[in-house]
């Protein structure tokens, strides 16, 4: 950070185009209910702690339960369910941390926000960027997993289907969330409120009679199996792979300024959307491999949660999962789009990237720009169709950020600032966030060497960037 | 509820009446110069609201337009100045309407909400008086609004045929209370209606009336699904709706 200048230092915090960070709202003057701007503009907060749960579910969902089980059986065996495990417990440790250090900037932008303004502009900037394509990754991964849907779907309705109709569906669709997106939505808030509580009704059904059966009460025998059946190697790279699964806790961050009672729900839904995920996830891992064994269940790939529900509860079964399958996939990949654009706006406010990336249309009121630049990537990366690429670069972006969130709060709290006054508090931070923040960075160290240097290639191009574009902007400190 | 005019002469208001006027400000919409000059009498609360989709942050909306909107309440403010009182600004950013101007309404501690819709001169003012209105409030907001002028009342009682909600008597005493108040009795008309479907039947005689005056009624099933009475009236007729709000103490 050689080249940053001190805080408010005059004339120098400009970015190539001339143009300075701008604040908006006024820290002091921030109420449980709104934020408030320089000249006394109120900015309204509208979600409440269901509102925020269901941002945290509605995105994790779709990935743990409905995509990965598959997958990760067929790598690790019925140990599969410690990598869920493991997920849950690094997601824990960088959620405490998130939750402080988000109670005390409740603002758009999430660890992006705290990062920048923790540890400077050049870790702010590779985490903004690297977040707005990390989202890009996710969104894409989501996309080919509802593609995978669209088509079991079409199979059971005995539709005959080609070879590139899952890309072609998931392109098709995404196209469509962006275009949706682009025209501005009033209450698909709401209705994500009840889709992410039908998909739980539906889990719980689902989960609570494969146990019953798992654990023989039904009378079914099922295949007893080595738990570990390839060693405890493939449990932490499956763990890196489906750490994709716990990418939404963070997207209630990136909404921060506009969560009502900022302080107490902000930490809820955060914490309270990685425990209630976590379990599902557990407890569905547990219950396919019991159902099936884990051979059987990776040859069905994507959709192998389908068949797990035909075993135990026949037609009817498979259906449900399936719609609930379409449901959390599509609900998973708007709320990863909605979450893109807030990336982008927040790095375009403090100049960063250019400010026309946050302009938004007056027609339509949505921010157009950034919303193209979430909807454009995924659509290029959705044609490339590598579910675990894309799937462990968005881990791998996220636990960046993850980390560097970690690192931001020990920073903080070593010196603790003025305006520093979280209502929350992490109980022995700097064991939690030290935890944290290795545990985030080891796990990056599991994953496949593609996703790895694709991963740092993205960092390193956003340093770079940084460099040409922004290097005189500083953000340490500055609220 | 059985409160004493000791005095019973000269315009006795307790607390001066505040009207919350709600303007979606960056879509062009304004107060009619009429309805202005209605409400001069009251102190007024002027909120310019714009609601945004939920892909935007507020700060966004408010980076970009936050400079049009408080130049537009403005202006309209100076129309409230010109014609009488204070006038208090808000502006604000929202993706929920109702949320805002209920806390705003809340916090200023507004006797009633307009919802605007266009008016000619007023004349006939409505009253409907329905369950669970604040007939104190009411009446307090009545005669202020119509102490200087001409106008003329209506109060409208709406029963529903329930014993928990007497009409006629809300409807006389709405009368004396206004009575009190210094509103001549000559300019007040008072009749009562049982009523299955209140909301329908005010919609229905709207079109005799120019400013349309009511309570916020309580949560229903039917609120839930079509929204809330007020707001289905204001939405039906053409008349500009004054919704009185309960005394906070009355929960």
Redesign the interface.
């Known amino acids: 950070m050689g080249t940053v200048s001190e805080p408010g230092g005059a004339g120098g915090n400009v970015n190539r185009e001339g143009e300075t960070p701008?604040q908006?709202?006024v820290p002091a003057a921030e109420t449980d209910?709104?934020?408030v701007?320089e000249?006394?503009?109120?900015?309204?907060r509208?979600?409440g702690l269901v509102g925020g749960l269901s941002i945290g579910v509605g995105t994790m969902i779709g990935a743990g339960i409905f995509v990965f089980p598959g997958l990760a059986a067929g790598r690790a065996g019925p140990a599969a369910a410690g990598s869920f495990a493991i997920g849950a417990v690094i997601a824990l440790l960088v959620a405490l941390p998130a939750s402080e250090l988000a109670t005390a900037m409740p603002?758009?932008g999430g660890g992006y926000y705290f990062v920048s303004r923790a540890l400077g502009a050049l870790p702010g900037a590779v985490v903004g960027i690297s977040i707005w394509l990390g989202l890009v990754f996710a969104t894409a991964f989501y996309l080919v997993g509802f593609g995978n849907y669209a088509v079991a779907v079409l199979l059971e309705i005995g539709a005959s289907v080609g070879d590139g109709t899952v890309v072609a569906l998931a392109l098709a669709f995404g196209v469509l969330l962006t275009v949706l997106?682009?025209l501005?939505?009033?209450n698909?808030?709401s209705l994500q409120n009840y889709v992410v509580g039908l998909l739980l009704a539906i889990l719980l059904v689902f989960l609570t009679y494969g146990s019953l059966d798992a654990l023989g009460v039904l009378g079914r025998s099922s295949a007893p199996e080595t738990f570990m059946p390839f060693g405890p190697v493939p449990v932490f790279t499956t763990a890196a792979l489906v750490f994709t699964s716990y990418l939404g806790f963070a997207q209630v961050a990136t909404?921060a300024?506009?969560i009502k009672h900022p302080g107490r729900n902000l930490p809820l839904a955060m914490v309270g959307s990685v425990l209630l995920v976590g379990v599902l996830y557990v407890a569905t891992v547990f219950v396919a491999t019991s159902a099936f064994g884990s051979a059987a269940l990776s040859g069905f790939g994507e959709t192998a949660i389908v068949e797990v529900a035909r075993a135990l509860g026949g037609g009817v079964g498979a259906t449900a999962i399936l719609v609930g399958g379409l449901l959390a996939t599509v609900s998973s990949a708007n709320a990863s789009i909605?979450a893109t654009?807030?990336a982008v706006?927040a790095v375009s406010?403090d100049a960063l990237v250019p400010r026309f990336a946050?302009?938004?249309n007056?027609r339509?009121?949505?921010?157009h720009v950034a919303?193209a630049m979430a909807g454009g990537p995924v659509l290029v990366l959705v044609a490339l169709g590598e579910v675990e690429v894309l799937a462990e670069v968005a881990s791998f972006l996220h636990l960046v950020m993850y980390g560097l969130i970690c690192v931001s709060l020990i920073a903080i709290r070593r010196d603790e600032p003025e305006w520093y006054d979280p209502d929350f508090r992490v109980p022995a931070y700097p064991l939690i966030a030290g935890l944290g923040a290795l545990a985030s960075f080891g796990l990056i160290a599991f994953m496949q060497p593609a996703s790895q240097v694709v991963g740092l290639a993205v960092m390193v191009v956003s340093a770079g960037w940084y460099r040409y574009y922004a290097a005189d902007v500083s953000l340490k400190g500055v609220l | 509820m059985s409160r004493e005019d000791p005095g019973g002469s000269g315009p006795a208001i307790r607390e001066p009446p505040k009207v919350l006027v709600p303007v979606r400000v960056l879509e062009g919409q304004t107060v009619p110069e009429p309805l202005i000059e209605f409400l001069a009498p009251s102190d007024v609360v002027v909120l310019g609201y714009h609601v945004i989709p939920e892909q935007t942050a507020t700060e966004q909306a408010s980076m970009q337009f936050e400079d049009r909107a408080r130049e537009a309440v403005a202006d309209i403010a100076a129309g409230f100045e010109a014609a009488g009182r204070g006038v208090e600004r808000r502006v604000a950013f929202t993706h929920d309407r109702d949320q805002t101007i209920a806390r705003v309404a809340e916090e200023v501690g507004a006797t009633a909400v307009l919802l605007p819709n266009p008016v000619g001169d007023v004349e006939d003012v409505l009253v409907a008086v329905r369950g669970a209105i604040d007939v104190d409030r009411l009446a307090d907001l009545v005669a202020t609004l119509l102490a200087e002028g001409d106008q003329r009342v209506t109060l409208w009682g709406l029963g529903n045929g329930t014993a928990d909600f007497d009409a006629e008597a809300a409807v006389e005493r709405a009368r004396e209370t206004l009575r009190d108040r210094g509103l001549a009795g000559t300019r007040v008309t008072a009749e009562t209606t049982a009523s299955d479907a209140p909301v329908r039947d005010v919609v229905e005689r709207s079109g005799e009336f120019d400013v349309i005056v009511m309570g916020e009624g309580g949560p229903t099933l039917l609120s839930l699904l079509l929204g809330d009475a007020p707001e289905r009236v204001a939405e039906e007729t053409v008349a500009p709706v004054l919704v009185v709000r309960p005394r906070p103490d009355r929960g």
Do not use: C, W
């Open positions: 701008e908006v709202v209910e709104t934020s701007t000249e006394g503009t109120e900015l309204e509208s979600i603002r758009s997106n682009l501005g939505t009033e698909a808030a909404v300024g506009d909605l654009s807030r706006f406010k946050g302009r938004m007056l339509y009121g949505t921010p919303l």
